[in-house]
């Protein structure tokens, strides 16, 4: 049958004669070949080529594999609410995320208060290379200085920010955002502790932003240390 090859399944005349229409048919292809793709079931067995006892045992072998995976003899239809229920399930057994995970509150803030933080020094960035302007005053210590020089540098890094604060308000691929923006914020960090101490409380907001996002994006970062 053209819908058991297109399927990669087979109909055993036993469970044939179960299906009375071409829609029941279909719809039990349909799920055996689901059921197959999700949970591993495996499909009917084809018919050996002679030997009526083979034909037996490959039956109940098969009916025992539908059992166990919790699909009846008896179940000759599905729709398609159910297969995608099907698929739902198994994606969370899996730890596929089918649908956009809510942050919390304090983790929406934590991605709002960052993503200003980072939208500020790209624009500040921005005046001082087009226009030569400061909107926090010119700088006085070494290290901003040599970075305001290599203009090269200067534009790539505020390019980085400004990437990752649109990411971050936007919501649009966040976790990507905070990877780029985690060396940024680390520097600062460190650069506020040892040269500018009067810094330090809001390097450790811009931190405790950084460790929150970290953690609520953790999924996306599992898989960075699989092995190739």
């Given at each position: 049958?053209?819908?058991?090859?297109?399927?990669?399944?087979?109909i055993p005349h036993w469970m044939g004669e179960r299906l009375n229409t071409v829609c029941e048919t279909v719809d039990h292809l349909m799920t055996l070949s689901w059921r197959h793709r999700l949970n591993g079931v495996p499909s009917i067995p084809k018919k050996p080529l002679s030997g009526d006892t083979n034909v037996a045992v490959n039956q109940n072998s098969w009916r025992i594999?539908?059992?166990?995976t919790g699909v009846a003899e008896s179940d000759a239809t599905i729709n398609v609410g159910e297969l995608e229920k099907m698929d739902q399930s198994v994606a969370a057994e899996r730890h596929i995320p089918v649908t956009l995970s809510r942050l919390k509150w304090y983790q929406t803030t934590a991605r709002y208060v960052l993503g200003a933080i980072f939208l500020f020094g790209a624009v500040d960035g921005a005046l001082y290379?087009?226009?030569?302007?400061?909107?926090h005053g010119k700088p006085r210590e070494p290290f901003l200085i040599a970075l305001e020089q290599a203009r090269y540098f200067w534009a790539f890094l505020k390019s980085i920010q400004l990437v990752g604060a649109v990411s971050l308000l936007a919501n649009y691929k966040p976790a990507l955002g905070v990877a780029l923006l985690i060396p940024i914020s680390s520097v600062m960090f460190l650069f506020y502790l040892f040269e500018l101490p009067g810094f330090i409380p809001f390097g450790c907001i811009m931190a405790t932003a950084m460790i929150v996002l970290c953690r609520a994006y953790a999924k996306s970062y599992v898989h960075i240390f699989d092995n190739y």
């Amino acid at each position: 049958m053209a819908f058991e090859d297109a399927l990669k399944v087979d109909i055993p005349h036993w469970m044939g004669e179960r299906l009375n229409t071409v829609c029941e048919t279909v719809d039990h292809l349909m799920t055996l070949s689901w059921r197959h793709r999700l949970n591993g079931v495996p499909s009917i067995p084809k018919k050996p080529l002679s030997g009526d006892t083979n034909v037996a045992v490959n039956q109940n072998s098969w009916r025992i594999s539908m059992e166990n995976t919790g699909v009846a003899e008896s179940d000759a239809t599905i729709n398609v609410g159910e297969l995608e229920k099907m698929d739902q399930s198994v994606a969370a057994e899996r730890h596929i995320p089918v649908t956009l995970s809510r942050l919390k509150w304090y983790q929406t803030t934590a991605r709002y208060v960052l993503g200003a933080i980072f939208l500020f020094g790209a624009v500040d960035g921005a005046l001082y290379l087009l226009g030569g302007i400061y909107l926090h005053g010119k700088p006085r210590e070494p290290f901003l200085i040599a970075l305001e020089q290599a203009r090269y540098f200067w534009a790539f890094l505020k390019s980085i920010q400004l990437v990752g604060a649109v990411s971050l308000l936007a919501n649009y691929k966040p976790a990507l955002g905070v990877a780029l923006l985690i060396p940024i914020s680390s520097v600062m960090f460190l650069f506020y502790l040892f040269e500018l101490p009067g810094f330090i409380p809001f390097g450790c907001i811009m931190a405790t932003a950084m460790i929150v996002l970290c953690r609520a994006y953790a999924k996306s970062y599992v898989h960075i240390f699989d092995n190739y």
